[in-house]
């Protein structure tokens, strides 16, 4: 059976769901292909923070002694597979240059008008979903434990002042009465509390995809690599037949690349690899909000699943096996901050976050393929800017008056460099 639509959307994660959704919304006919269910790739793994207070994106080390952490292998918050690393040398390097002070900053300006309706769309796509019960209203919490550490994020604040994004500065005593659970282990907290975060980012995608169905949207199974040309337009082949459609968007995340470079689209995408692993918590304790460890770069965060242990950056081929030293690293530090019990599965989940060296998404046509649009690439930010950049999207291709100038999401931007 042949369908047709107006537009095929390939990759049910939150950010092909969020512009199957858009789209939907605004009359245009979709079709969702996805090899598994919907939020089934990395959407399933993150730590469920919708960061709009994100203003710095993650910096290269600098220094001497963060770098031979990394490259002694002693470092909790990035490892790396040593074989993998001339693949990637370009792109680290790019990623240096562009995390320098003044571009750190400028990044965040970039950014801003995505991060800063982040929450806001979330909430709507909630509201409409009927998912309120998977969202918190209780920010997110930054431990630091060395005494300089606030010093090293002065620019940043200043930034948040000067946009007026709140923040809190805490003292342990402080931090201990929101998370009582915590132990004092740290030095400096600072709260974040128009953050938001899910307890179940799974659920989340799971009510967006249920949304998307009730405004007619369709969901097709089926292998994004089948895309090819057909009557000026596309097609892909799956399980409920041939779907034809004028346009499509590739919103396969770190597969992206695996349907665009046979079509001549080689975009500078890179994985960061991270783990999460479920753990019960000992007697009574519990957490209100994810916390972040700031300096060791792990996430503790409350879902229904348990308490969510998150890791930082592998630098390692997107298949490769597992490799999770990080978290054998990490597990010290994390009981010490909080009373982790017992592992609820048998080994860790692995998902890779698709990022682009300059820390922003390719949002808008591909080069030099009509009728052919690009969603990927949100980095550590996916599930914050899934929804966000889906409406992004849906007003580009509709010909709508974008919310803002997409030119710095565009793909040619690379082309640049
Ligand atoms: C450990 C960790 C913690 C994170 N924490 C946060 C956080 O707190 N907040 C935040 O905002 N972001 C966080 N992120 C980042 C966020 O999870 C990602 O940026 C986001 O999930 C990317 O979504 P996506 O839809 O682009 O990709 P995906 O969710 O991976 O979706 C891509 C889809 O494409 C499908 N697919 C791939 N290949 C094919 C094919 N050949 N045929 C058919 N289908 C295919 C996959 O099955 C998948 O469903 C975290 C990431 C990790 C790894």
Not at 45 to 56: D, H, P, Q, S, Y
Not at 120 to 133: C, D, K, M, T, Y
Not at 173 to 200: D, I, M, Q, R, T
Request: include cysteine; aromatic fraction near 8%; charged fraction near 20%.
């Amino acid at each position: 059976m042949m369908q047709k639509k107006n537009v095929i959307v390939l990759g049910a994660g939150i950010v092909g769901i969020s512009a199957a959704l858009h789209l939907q919304k605004r009359g245009v006919s979709t079709v969702l292909v996805d090899r598994q269910g919907p939020g089934e790739g990395t959407s399933y793994g993150n730590a469920g923070i919708i960061e709009g207070n994100t203003l710095f994106p993650y910096p290269f080390p600098r220094s001497i002694r963060a770098l031979t952490r990394v490259a002694l292998k002693l470092a909790t918050e990035a490892n790396y597979h040593a074989g993998f690393l001339p693949r990637i040398a370009r792109w680290l390097w790019n990623v240096r240059q562009a995390t320098t002070p003044e571009q750190l900053e400028a990044t965040a300006r970039v950014m801003r008008p995505l991060f800063e309706r982040a929450l806001s769309e979330h909430e709507e796509l909630v509201e409409a979903a009927g998912a309120q019960r998977y969202l918190r209203h209780t920010g997110w919490l930054r431990v630091y434990r060395s005494e300089n550490a606030l010093e090293k994020l002065a620019a940043e604040l200043k930034l948040a002042d000067e946009y007026g994004i709140p923040y809190q500065k805490l003292s342990v005593e402080e931090s201990l009465a929101l998370e009582p659970s915590l132990s004092p282990v740290f030095k400096h907290g600072v709260l974040w509390p128009k953050a938001a975060s899910y307890s179940n980012p799974l659920g989340v995608s799971r009510a967006f995809n249920a949304h998307y169905l009730s405004l007619g949207g369709e969901n097709a199974k089926g292998d994004a690599k089948t895309l090819a040309r057909a009557n000026g337009g596309w097609k892909v082949t799956t399980e409920q037949g041939e779907v034809h459609a004028e346009e499509a968007v590739v919103a396969l995340g770190p597969w992206s690349p695996d349907i665009l470079e046979p079509l001549g689209i080689d975009l500078p995408l890179a994985v960061k690899r991270g783990y999460h692993w479920h753990f019960s918590a000992k007697g009574n304790a519990s957490l209100s909000r994810p916390v972040l460890d700031a300096e060791l770069g792990f996430i503790l965060g409350p879902m229904e699943q348990g308490i969510r242990l998150t890791t930082g950056a592998e630098f390692a081929h997107r298949d490769a096996k597992p490799t999770p030293v990080q978290i054998d690293r990490l597990m010290p530090y994390a009981k010490n901050l909080f009373p982790l019990g017992e592992p609820l599965e048998p080994k860790p989940w692995l998902g890779a976050r698709p990022c682009f060296w300059d820390s922003r998404p390719v949002i808008g046509r591909a080069p030099g393929q009509k009728g052919l649009w690009l969603d990927y690439g949100h980095g550590h930010s996916g599930l914050t800017l899934g929804p966000v950049t889906g409406r992004l999207l849906a007003e580009m291709m509709t010909g709508s008056t974008t919310f803002t100038d997409p030119a710095p999401f565009s793909a040619e931007r690379f082309s640049k460099n």
